[in-house]
């Protein structure tokens, strides 16, 4: 049932993705449903802070930019220090109210959040395609039906959470456990998957009955703008949720730092996380860090190409690459190699690169300008370290991508894979979070095993292979926080979610999560 991620595409015909299914929106469809906000002179929106339930102007701007265009379209907010102390009173002030509140109170709230949400899925997808540069179907298909269930699936979990007892006749004494909300909370959100990751640490935070204040990224701001029209309309009473906009080492610093906030959850690189880290261990905060990943994909020979490959070709490419538990690694046993290299280079010159707002498009934009330099940067890393260009970007065989005049200024770049690189090489070891993906082949399992766990990351791992023995020895000795086999990407909102060594600290899930936003508390009673 809370399985809604990308890994279920995986039973489209191939090549084809399902999102493409969708027709392109329509261009003034999400404007209709806009928060009380001023036109500046080139027709940006301009973003306001939402703080106990209202919107706040602010006097200066960042301007964030539509990566399809390259061109700006909205204004945001670049707030600092003191939004967030305005923030932080509302949400304390909200907390004693929310927090008094039983758990199926605060999940009728978040139902009605759901349901409104739902309600206008077309005009959060489109915003969160021009905003991020994904393809509209994508958003349409994926993120934005994931942020409805978020909302929905705590509003449920919440419901049905169990404390632990013992009975201690030696003693005679009867043992019981509580939780309790924390308070304010920090959440600070990426630009990948603005709504999708935003809604994911909202809805288990206020379920259990904390307030928030919250940071999107300042790249990706509108849909959680959107969303706050929502959180009105639902009725969510002033101050639980408060979205602050700017720059992290403003807004992201002063919240971290910020005496009233015990608890910070954030997703993104982990040189940020260290930085959160040494922030916060003086005031001994709690923290949930998703960071980043360099996912390894082992292929044994017995695996069954047919649907390996197009699952591969989805675990590299969707959402340009920029997907934290993207495949960037791929281990594929020699006897196998040429064949799949062979199938696997073919399927990825089979994606349209183009407008995300058309939907034949398989590959969108990337985030930035600066974003698009660093990936393309890294594949000329790769060229300088020995490795070959299979397709795609630098390879000489694949031509200009053909983009509508109006495109021209966008952020794209062609799916590429490199082979003949050694494991130590950057490209195979540092996080690049774009459509580059490296290839490259072993003998044996121990040695598959050993060179996928010889990076500094461990969020997670693919295997392909028929043999179940293979796949189970195998995951067990992977260093990372989720293997999937024979799939990518399919997810259940009851299992835990987080990685290992320097993708992060701590799980998300009915129960992690629910866990992460309270404290514990055991009473021993004398009978």
Not at 340 to 369: H, M
Not at 416 to 425: G, M, P, Q, R, V
Not at 482 to 490: E, G
Request: charged residues 20%; glycine residues 8%; hydrophobic residues 35%.
């Amino acid at each position: 049932m809370y399985s809604s991620d990308y890994g279920d595409m995986s039973d489209c015909p191939y090549p084809e993705w399902n999102w493409q299914r969708h027709t392109v929106l329509s261009k003034t469809s999400f404007t209709s449903f806009r928060p009380p906000t001023k036109k500046s002179k080139n027709m940006a929106l301009e973003i306001q802070n939402f703080i106990n339930s209202e919107f706040v102007p602010h006097h200066r701007h960042l301007d964030s930019f539509n990566p399809g265009t390259g061109e700006v379209w909205a204004k945001i907010p670049d707030s600092g220090e003191n939004e967030v102390n305005a923030a932080v009173d509302a949400a304390k002030q909200a907390f004693l109210s929310w927090s008094a509140l039983s758990p199926d109170v605060r999940a009728g709230y978040m139902t009605r959040i759901a349901d409104l949400l739902e309600s206008r899925l077309d005009e959060f997808a489109e915003a969160e395609s021009r905003d991020q540069g994904k393809p509209v179907g994508l958003a349409t298909l994926v993120d934005i039906p994931r942020a409805v269930l978020n909302f929905k699936f705590f509003a449920s979990a919440v419901q049905h959470t169990l404390n632990d007892s013992t009975v201690q006749d030696k003693f005679g004494v009867f043992n019981y456990t509580t939780r309790k909300p924390l308070g304010v909370a920090g959440l600070i959100c990426p630009w990948n998957l603005p709504l999708y990751l935003l809604s994911f640490k909202i809805a288990p935070c206020i379920a259990a009955g904390n307030t928030c204040v919250c940071k999107p990224s300042e790249m990706t701001s509108v849909s959680a703008w959107m969303l706050c029209k929502v959180f009105n309309d639902a009725g969510l009473p002033a101050g639980v949720v408060n979205m602050v906009f700017g720059y992290g080492h403003t807004v992201g610093q002063a919240m971290v730092q910020h005496p009233a906030i015990p608890i910070i959850s954030f997703t993104g690189g982990t040189e940020t996380g260290k930085k959160i880290v040494r922030a916060t261990a003086e005031n001994f905060k709690k923290l949930s860090l998703e960071l980043g990943g360099k996912n390894a994909a082992i292929i044994f020979d017995d695996a069954d190409l047919a649907q390996c490959v197009p699952t591969v070709v989805r675990s590299s490419f969707t959402n340009q690459g920029e997907v934290c538990l993207a495949t960037s690694r791929i281990f594929v046993q020699e006897g196998l190699y040429p064949k799949f290299l062979q199938e696997y280079v073919e399927a990825t010159r089979k994606l349209k690169v183009g407008p995300p707002t058309e939907s034949t498009t398989n590959i969108g934009a990337l985030i930035s300008k600066e974003h698009l330099a660093k990936v393309k940067g890294y594949v000329a890393i790769g060229i300088q370290e020995g490795g070959h260009i299979e397709c795609g970007e630098e390879s000489g065989t694949d031509g200009e991508i053909d983009l509508p005049e109006t495109h021209k200024n966008g952020y794209y770049m062609r799916p590429t894979i490199i082979t003949n690189l050694a494991d130590s090489s950057r490209c195979m070891q540092e996080e690049i979070f774009g459509p580059v993906t490296c290839v490259v082949p072993f003998k044996t399992e121990d040695e598959a095993i050993e060179r996928a766990n010889g990076v500094n990351y461990g969020l997670c791992a693919s295997v392909y292979t028929r043999d179940l023995g293979t796949a189970h020895r195998v995951a067990h000795q992977l260093d990372v926080g989720t293997v999937w086999t024979n799939c990518w990407l399919i997810r259940d909102l009851n299992m835990p979610f987080g990685g290992t060594k320097a993708s992060g600290i701590g799980r998300e899930s009915a129960k992690a999560s629910l866990d992460f936003y309270t404290e514990e508390k055991n009473i021993c009673i004398k009978i």
